[in-house]
C-alpha cells in the first residue's frame, strides 16, 4: 500500500465480524467523486454499498467478488490525485 493511496476499508458493522464482497461496481482506473457507490458487500443479514470515502482513481482492488472479508480489511485504494 503506497502511502499516497486512500484505503478502502470494510466498515465496523458491529456484532458481525465477516462479509463477502458481492460485486464491485467500478474498476480499476475508475474516476471517483467522494460517496460514488464502490461495491456491495453482504452479511448474513443484508447487503450493503460501501461508497468511496474520497474523490480520485481507483487505484487497486485487494478483495475481489466473492471474497470473505473481515471488519477493518483494506478492500482496494484510490488514489486521490
Not at 462479509?19 to 482506473?29: E, N, S
Not at 474520497?54 to 488514489?79: N, W
Request: negative net charge; charged residues 25%.
Amino acid at each position: 500500500m503506497s502511502a499516497d493511496l486512500i484505503p478502502i476499508r470494510m466498515p465496523d458493522l458491529g456484532d458481525v465480524t465477516k462479509a463477502v464482497v458481492v460485486q464491485w461496481l467500478q474498476t480499476v482506473d475508475s474516476q471517483l467523486r467522494e460517496g460514488d457507490d464502490l461495491l456491495e458487500v453482504e452479511t448474513e443479514k443484508t447487503t450493503f454499498v460501501i461508497p468511496a470515502p474520497v474523490s480520485g482513481r481507483l487505484a487497486a482492488i485487494h478483495a475481489p467478488e466473492m471474497t470473505a472479508v473481515s471488519t477493518d480489511k483494506v478492500l482496494g485504494e484510490i488514489d486521490p490525485e
